[in-house]
Every structure is written in C-alpha cells, then in structure tokens.
C-alpha cells in the first residue's frame, strides 16, 4: 500500500464512518413527521438538541454527571481497597482460597443488579445502599485481580526469595507485591467501567433523583424522550472519554511490567 | 549423455491446440512470467522470466535457496495468486484461478481441525455433481492409496504429522487432478517419516502417473523422485539448469547414480563446481569426465 | 491409585467447607431469639417454608417460567443478529467501515441505561423486555463474529478456494466451524449480561419474572422471598455460565493446533 493510497483509505474511511449515522439521522427526521405518534417515538433531533440545551444551560446536566462520577469513583476507592485485601487473602493463602473461595465465586454468580432488592431491604435506599451496589462492582474484578496477580508470581523471584531466607514480611514487600502491582492497577483501571455502568444501574433501580440515572428516570417518568436521549448520549459519551483514558493507563502499566 | 543439460526451451512447446488425450493430460507451459510484490512504495521482484515447460506426466522437482521464489511458482500454478506478468497454461488453457483440474498440497497439512479424514476428504469432492454413493468410494479408495484404511473416522489432532500429510496427499488426489503441486510437503516432518513418505509418493505416482510438481529443499528427496529437477536461482528467482534424472522407477535411496546428480545440483546450488569422489568405484559411467565436463561448461 | 482418589475427594471436601460452614452459621445466627427491629435475616427453614408456599400458589412456577422465555427470546434475536452482522462486518472491509462507528457507539451504552427509553417506546409489558436483553446479546456476539471471522487462518481459506468453496458452502464448511470457538465465548458473555439486565428490567418494571419477584418481596418486607430471588437468579446465571464454559473446553480441541 503505498502512502498516497493509504491517504485516500483514511479520508475514505472517516467518510464512510459517517453515512451510516446521517442516513439513519435522515430516517429518524422522516419518521419524526409522519403523523401524531412520530414526533412522540420519535422525537425530533432538533428537540433533542434544545433539551440539551436546556440541562446544560440551567446546570442540572453537569449536577447529574458529577454526581455520578463522585459514586463511581468513590465506589471504585471503596472496592478497590476492600478488593485488593480479599483477593491478597485469597492468593496468598490456599486454605483460605480453599475456604472462602467458592463463596465468593458463588456470590460473583449473582447479577449485581439482582441484589439491590435486598439490599435495599437491608440498607433502605439511601447512598450507603447505593455505595455498597457500587463498591461491589468494583470489589469483584479487583479481588481477583489480586488473587491471580499475587499467584502469578514467578517461581523463579519466588526461590531466590527462599534462597535469602527472606521473611514472609520481606517477600511480601519486595517480590510479592511488585510483582502483583500491574495487575492489581489493571484490574482497578478496569473496574472503572463496571462501576460508571452500577452506578447509572443502582441510581435506576433505587428510583433515586439525582445523578444521571435518575435524571433519565425522571425524564421517562415526564415522557420527555429528549431528555431521555440526552442522558443516554452523556452516560455513553462519559463512559467512552473513562475507557479512553483508562486504556492509556493501561497501556502504561503494562510497559512498566515489561521492562520489570 | 547422463548428466545432458536440458536448456529451457530445447524441448518443442505444445502445438497450440494441444490434445487433451484422454483426462490425464497435463502439459503446464510457463512464458515469461515475472512477479512482484509491492510493499507500500517499494517493489520486490519475486519471479523473473520465468520459461518452463513440463511434459505432462512427469515428476519435477524445484529446488532452490530461501526465498528464490519457488513457492510463490507454485501458488501461480495452482492460480492461488494471480497479478503476474506473462502466461501459465494447462493444456493450452490459462490458468486464473484455482481449479479442480489440479490438486495442492500444503506444506502444513490444512486438514479441517472439525472434520474427520473422511469428510476431510470428501470436502474437495464437494463441488462435483456426483452422486454419494461414488464420492464415498472415492473417499474410500484414496484413502487405501495412502495407507489409511481404518482412519476414515479420526480427527487430524489425533493423528501424527506423516498420517496427517498423507491425508492431505489423499485429499489432493482424490479429483484426479491432472497435476499435482506439492510445497514441501514434507518439510514439517521428522527424517524418517519424511523418508518414508517419499517412498510412498513414489508408489502413488508410478500408479497415477499424473503430473507432479514439488518444491523441496531437500535435494535427495528432489533425485529421488523426480524425473527433471529444475534450479531456480537468485532473487529474484530465475530458472538456472535443469538437470535430467535418466533413471527409471521405481529408484533405491542413496544409491551411487543418484547421489552423482545430487552431488552435481548442490554445487549449483552452492555455486561451486560439482567434483567427482575419487573413492567412488566406477559404475560403467564415466563419472570423473562427466563432473569435468560440467565443471567446464560451469566456468 | 488408592492414594490419587483420596486426593480427590479430598479436593472435593475442602471446596465444600466453605459453603458448608456458611450454611451452619446461618442457621445458627437465625436461631438466636429475635433482635428488637425484627429478623436481619431469614433462617434456612423459613425458605424451604417459602418455597413450599410459593410453589404451592404457583407463583414460583409463574416467576421462574417469565424469566427463562423472555432471555431465550431477546438472546434469539440479538444473538441472531449479531451473527449475521458480525460475520458481514468481519467479511466486508466496507461493511466495516460504513457500520463500525455507530455500532461502537451504541456499545458502549450500557444496556441498562436503555432501560427508560425502551419503556417509553414500548410501554412496560413483554416487548421492551425482550429488546433490552435482545440489545445485551447482540453486541457480544457480532464482535465475537467479526473477530472470529478475521482470525480464521489463510491457510483453510485458501483450502476452501482450492476446492471452489463459495457462499453456503464456505459458511458452512469452514466459515462457522472455524469461528466457533470465539463465537461460543462471545455468546456465553452475552448470556451473562443479557441475564443481568433482563433482572434488572424486571425490577423496574414488570408484573412477572424473578426480578420482579424479588421487588415484591423488598417492597413487602418479605426477606425471605427477596432471599429465595437471589438464590434462583444466581443458579440459573450460575448454570448458563458453566455449560457454556464445557462446551468452550470442548471445543478447544476444535481450534487450530
């Protein structure tokens, strides 16, 4: 391929990218005229544009986003913590790996969100409910992150660790944990995601009214489709702008474990 | 007269309505074909005025060093690639694009991991109009021609590296094609299997007698079994000698003549004049004038 | 081998443990005289009391037959879909190029922010149910597809030109089986997160379904059913995950030595 023909294929490509949307945009805008129940289903993008403008303009929009942001990452904080020091018990000990964990791989089988109700029979529907919702999203991936890091541990680093009579104190700290750190931080960076979607998930099935979940649940609530619409595109584009910056993180964390 | 240099084009080409006698026809006539590929600006030649004619029926082999191109031949022949200049034909008609008329195997055996022999076999019947009942005969009978009777029902992960080619060879054959290509098909084994095998493809084309044409590195395996043996040179690879193999079928492994013609293509291939083995007793053929008198056509 | 056996079992034992000691503490804990502010939590008799009960008004069999019907429904679709849309996509550079962007960007919506569009769309009864999950199942397996597709190697392609393999035949003969493997992989997750979401629609939203089941029981301090919802809606995700994860070692041996 050579550079000229290269050049051609990614304005091509940036091109093509587009039609899809616009012939679909295009068919949405026809649909929205035809008749009553059009413009109800689907709700002209004009009016989708002004009702952007209207919860960006009056704050809410942004209210609704930190808010949700702030339950992510304090979910994450949460979870993470309480992640990294089962899933050191687990790694580090097999009794208690033995022990503990087919429990938690049979909590793991539930679905998240099919624990709210009792959840929120036992903690009410308040933000402790929803931080624990959260924290559990995270909780999760970051345990076993851990477990498989700390496990991982090549057996070679391990021997020479036997081989200097170290501690259990001193080959945790400096074998053990260096070694485990890369996938630890992955998994974290990881759980970022699965907390932004418990979040927007725990907001919906809490019937709470802040936060983007509930934005969107009281805009269902009002029939307002556009506003609907504009909480869907900002979970989507908030979420997208997180992977982005989590995959760059990554990335560098994975450097990092290559050049150890 | 043993070690006669065939030069490329002494041997008439076919009228150009060539006969198809019979379905074992089989005649491949190369012109002029040179190849390149181009790698974002820069061109590499592969292939330069390639010329070659193979009679039908005959076992050639094609040796050369990496990356002369050989392979790349092949897969012209088999019409896997195209975008070449000059002109293939079978029989007088071009070759575009692969055909049932001719048969390929692959270096690694490309049997269908989901398929058992049977029905790996029987995939390459899978475009002709016949009826069941003589496919599974087909795929009965080649299947005994390469020795795996009683395998029909097993997978290829459970078979052996030899068992596996064999069942490629089985495959490729099973449409009587009137040529068929070989990639060093048996590169991937171990000696002794590949030893074997070579006997075995040895026994198959004495039976079938169709045209075969096999890249090897390996130039025992290419005396062994071939007829002709073409040198392929340089890159961009080029037709260099083509060296007769005069003797008749079926032949003995490491016998003195064959190792004579060995002898000679390595030094080509070595780019070194082939010199004769004074401790070899004379076999009734005048070996030390016939390694001079090649030295000196080499020079 | 008397001395491998014993290991095994032994292996055995010690995963029970865990749960087996679970088990005992719960019932121990639930034995203990009622704390003022009512029970935290249901002992162990009073769910076999609940299953009974439930079982008994054919409300559990009405819940648990809900449930399972509407994910095969919406995974039917979605999966269906996604199949053929992977493979296009993974076929057709243009194809890819011309859907790619919007489906990337419809993915990564999580399918449970769907959820309150769906409903003013389609209402609360059966069909948005099935569109969510029909969502959750699609885009795991069209990327799955296109992947899969992408990654089968030249060299059975080339196999299927060799043999003048074109259109069903080279689905059928190679195509599928090659991508199997990565398409089973692709449907199991599919599986999990069309369950979760189709859970999570029935708690918001439904008249039936174990989701809905569990909400009721929230909503009348029922910690017993909310309890028994867990335990089925964890088996039966429990389940899907597992047969699918057998059937992905079985086809190990499929995939390309």
Redesign the interface.
Known sequence: ???AR?GRTVG??IA??????LA?GGLWHLASRRGPGGAY?FVPLRDVAGGFLEVARSGELRYDALSTLREAFTGLLVGSVAGVAFGAVLGLSRTAD??????YH??R??????????I???FGNGAGAKLLVVSLAAFYPVALATADGLRQVERAHLELARALVLGRRDTFRQILLPSAAPFIVTGVLQALAFT??AS??SE??FSATSGL?GF??L??AA?R?DL??V??AS??VL??LM?VAVTRLGRRAQRWRHAS | MRQAKVPSSSLPPPAASASRAGEQAGALHIQGVSKSYDLGGRVLPVLESIDLFIPAGQFISIVGQSGCGKSTLLRLLEGLDTGYVGRITLDGAPIVAPGLDRGIVFQDHRLLPWMTLEKNVELALRMRPLPAARKADLVEEYLALVGLQGFEHAYPHQLSGGMAQRAAIARALVNEPKVLLLDEPFGALDALTRIRLQQELQRIWMRSRSTMIMVTHDVAEAVFLSDLVVVMDGKPGRIGRQVRVPYPHSRERGSALLQEIEREILGLLLDQPATPDPSMPSLGAPSVTGGGRLAAVKA | MANARQTWLLERGALAVGPLALLVAWTWATRRPTRPGGQVLASPEQIFGTVRELLANGQLLHHLSKSPVRLALGFGFGAGAGLVFGLLMGLSRTAEEVCGPLFHAIRQVPSIAFIPMLILVFGIEETFKIVVVAKASFFPVALAATDGVKSIPRGFLEVGRVYGLRGPALVRCILLPAMLPALVTGIRIALGRSWTVLVAAEIIASESGLGQMMEMGRQTMRQDVVLLGVFLTGTFGFLLDRSMRLLERRLAAWRTA
């Open positions: 391929m050579t550079a290269s091509r490509r093509l990218g587009f039609t899809l949307p679909l289903a033995r022990l503990l964990g087919p429990l049979g909590l089988q539930v679905p998240l969100m099919g624990l709210v109700p009792l929120g029979l036992w932004w979607i927007v998930g919906l099935l979940g969107m649940a805009a269902q029939g489709m609907v619409i909480a869907i979970i989507a979420g997208s992977n």
